[in-house]
């Protein structure tokens, strides 16, 4: 019987462990998970979220006072436009944060930075160029481009002196959004190195819509499989989205993946940037306890648990520290929901805002519990200690737990 260690991920020069760990924003997927997971000869991922303020967070920077300092005036209007990220604060605090994890790593593996263009920050092409050369500029082993339409993607950093040298890979749930993005980067001359292919169980957001229930990851990997085949492109084919075990894994490597993402068993380990309190609501959640909603203003539906303290949270839009989803006219769906809001009651104190969330806001605040479809079965991932909490795993134990297991078994800790 095989296990995912009888395979390797071979891209360019490097072989590795074929396991991926996905992207988590806002610092869920932290530096300290993507350096173990390297370490481990695998291929783990740091998030660009938000970033200025997870490296005030993490650093002791000044980004997000500054910002709001800047823009104070402006707090109470309801026109954003003039609120504005700074280029080179962004770059700097993007290279803080990427160096940060470059300068640490050991190990035969790669750190992949994920860059979500749906992050417009209100200057979407001016500041994910910046984002995506500041993390090249500071040695990042690869991008990862995801949730959004990446077509102009490539062209914006094919002046980089490392363009060519970077790995990138892209996100795609469909054949027709692979299409489509491939046709557009024909002309940088430059396919990506490799392609992940994330189904309708993974966490965060989705590239399905409400109808996410009606599709399958197996079988959009085979159709993508079978036409990059069609067309002899051989590019690495990474599905996510759902794989839980190192034999769902092992299925999917003798179906032809090269390697594979998976996310949801690392929110409870010890490197994951979640609250430890937050971890234990992803322990003991049930599958009625999941949901599919539409609060996120990027307008793809999102996958979380209920009890997420974001859902109907009525926070006045925090866009002059934040602002990270201000589309080019410095517009965000919530701005519109939140308004509406207080308009429909005049003098209230507190407010509830059902059909959108602050989403700035509540992932800086671990508020918004976004996580994969098999949350529930986490709790069969560990033991239980005394006081009934569950307890939390190391990364390196759910890394080799992948790796090395058979038989659909998941090991549980000593
Ligand atoms: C808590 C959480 C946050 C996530 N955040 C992001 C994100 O910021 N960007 C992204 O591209 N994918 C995000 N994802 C998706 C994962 O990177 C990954 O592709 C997917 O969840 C894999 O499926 P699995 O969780 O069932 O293993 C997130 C997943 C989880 C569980």
């Known amino acids: 019987m095989k296990c995912v260690d009888d395979f390797r991920l071979k891209l360019g020069q490097h072989e590795l462990v074929p396991i991926m760990v996905g992207g988590m924003g806002v610092d869920i997927s932290t530096v300290s998970l993507a350096l173990e997971t390297a370490r481990l000869g695998g291929i783990g991922h ?124 892209i996100i795609v749930s469909s054949l027709r959004a692979l299409q489509l993005f491939l046709k557009k980067v024909a002309r940088t001359n430059r396919l990506p190195d490799y392609i992940i292919v994330e189904g309708p169980l993974a966490g965060g957001h989705l590239g399905f819509g409400m109808d996410w229930a009606k599709y399958d990851l197996a079988t959009i990997f085979t159709e993508i499989r079978d036409w990059l085949v069609a067309e002899q492109l051989n590019i690495p084919l990474i599905p996510a989205g759902g794989i839980f075990t190192g034999s769902d894994a092992v299925a999917f490597m003798e179906m032809g993946a090269a390697a ?34 539409t609060i996120s203003p990027t307008g793809y539906p999102m996958r979380m648990l209920k009890g997420s303290p974001a859902i109907g949270d009525g926070i006045r839009p925090n866009c002059e520290a934040y602002g990270y989803l201000l589309d080019s006219s410095g ?60 307890q939390l795993l190391t990364a390196e134990h759910v890394f080799h737990d992948y790796q090395f297991s058979t038989d659909g078994k998941i090991a549980l800790p000593a």
């Open 260 to 293: 594979v993402q998976v996310a949801t068993r690392f929110t409870v380990t010890n490197e994951c940037g979640l609250p430890d309190n937050v971890k234990q609501e992803y322990y003991k959640a049930s599958e009625e306890d999941i949901e599919v909603n």
């Open 46 to 169: 740091i998030s660009d979220a938000m970033v200025p303020t997870v490296s005030d967070r993490r650093f002791n920077t000044k980004y997000v006072k500054n910002k709001l300092q800047q823009y104070k005036l402006n707090v109470a209007n309801t026109d954003k436009s003039t609120v504005k990220f700074d280029l080179s604060l962004l770059a700097e605090a993007t290279a803080l944060h990427v160096r940060h994890a470059m300068d640490a790593k050991k190990g035969n593996g790669l750190i992949f930075v994920n860059c979500m263009e749906k992050l417009t920050m209100n200057a979407p092409k001016e500041t994910l160029r910046v984002r995506m050369g500041a993390a090249m500029d500071a040695g990042i082993d690869g991008i990862t481009l995801s949730a959004g339409l990446h077509l102009g993607t490539f062209a914006l950093i094919e002046d980089h002196p490392r363009f060519r040298d970077v790995k990138l890979g």
């Open 331 to 390: 517009n965000c769906q919530y701005i519109e929901a939140y308004n509406r809001e207080v308009a429909a009651h005049p003098g209230a104190k507190k407010i509830r805002v059902w059909d959108k969330t602050c989403l700035c806001t509540q992932m800086r605040n671990f508020d918004c519990w976004t996580c994969g479809q098999y949350t529930y079965r986490l709790k069969d991932t560990s033991r239980r200690n005394a006081d009934g909490s569950y």
